[in-house]
């Protein structure tokens, strides 16, 4: 099996029996604030376009690049489908020209023709991606494959299952806009950023531990920030704070841990991955490559200023009233919201900045009155401020994912009162009602759902699965004094009160040892 890296979590898989062709990426993504990293826009996409299959793990927009995929790869091609709960991606590739589909049954294993095996487990948690994220698992010849770009499963168990698995390929590096976008002092975000930055490596060695592969392929990330106005955020200014460490970063971390079976891939790089081993050729020595990045961004940066120019050009549309743009698109959906609303539980503040850079419009996303109205001097629970002209930009495009567009960007400063809120996010993602109905769907199942199950960790009994999405806590629970972390998302939990420390709601059954019952765990929302 042969696998070329075609840069961030993109590559192509070859085979006797077929090729796949897996997240193309080349366009900058989230208002022009991710590229790829390290360039791949100079690679011949025309013959590597030309594939039997596509695979689009989900569809943000450094894995769904709409544009290359209408003008670089096949409409012959069979897109490989995951699961998901809503239409959108067979829908937006559907428009794109794509005509062949293969809507893959969620964890199972399919036989295409000439031999080759696949395997997609779709994930459909509000929290998993723009509604969904996925995996691929691929065999040929005894070759076995995952793909797991930047989704996270609870576990690996269900591909470890199909036998040893040769090349493992999963992210490592942080694609957040936490903390580096809240308004705090400096010594505050490198103290969140170092923590992120550890527990994204730790993550990424319990999943490499539980796969066991013979090789291990970091993707996925970081991407890099080629616009003035973002270049600090590249990890190339010695912040040991900075969520986006590269391949080279990981190769020397995961040799702290032990690892030595990670091989990078530079665009253009080929692996050929068989049972007994791997052979790796590159366009250029690895260790050389890193050790020029500065210059291999400064490079880029010149070369891309004019793709960023215009795309800056395209955002004003002065035409527009965003207080009732807004209005229209978001009020419809407070109406329907129950969960969501519920769970973000207060006032959310935009303030929105002219195009003189002084100027400031504020509108208030009211959940409790279900309005979205001027900002009326109250206290607020988040506060965004951002270029009005986004917005702008966002209502004249109908974005109904405004995570995988503005939010992923950058391009915005945040500040809050009390604990994280995913619900704040799970709505703007959820901007129209096909996704809204799906999300509010899935928590009140998931609301309903009994959790009965409870095991001992240290001095506690704890319910066994993490009330965040479900992790298995004998494994990813670590138990400190009073204080539980489940470490698939760095979540934790006072034991004694159960309250989740990280995020609203999410209470924790738990008990200590001695007492009689754990105590009952409310519902996430509070
Ligand atoms: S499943 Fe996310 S922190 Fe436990």
Redesign the pocket.
Known sequence: MRVTGTGHASMRIDTAAGSILCDPWVNPAYFASWFPFPDNSLLDWETLGQVDYLYVSHLHRDHFDAKHLREFVSKDATVLLPEFPTSEMADELRALGFTKFLRAPNEQVVELPGGLKIMIQALTSPTDGPIGDSSLWVEYDGVRLLNQNDARP?DLTVFAELGHVHAHLLQFSGAIWYPMVYELPQSAKTAFGKQKRERQFDRTWRYIDDLKADHVFPIAGPPCFLDDALWQFNDIHGDEGNIFPDQSVFLSEYAKVGGTNGIVLLPGSVAEVTTSGATTTHPQPVEEFFANKTAHLEEMRERKRGVIEAEKASWRHPEIDVLAGMKRRIEPLLDESIYLAKGVGGPVRFDLVGYDGESVESIVVDFPGKEVRPYADEKVRYRFRTERALIEHLLHIDEVDWVNSLFLSCRFSAARIGQYNEFVYAFFKCLSTERLQYAEGWYDEHERAVDAEDVTLGDWVVQRR??????D?TR?GIVDGDQLT??????KFDLPSGRCL?SVGHKIRAARVDAETPAPAGGPVN
């Open positions: 609870t993490c009330p965040h999405l479900k992790a806590l990813f489940c470490q698939l998302h760095g979540w990280t």
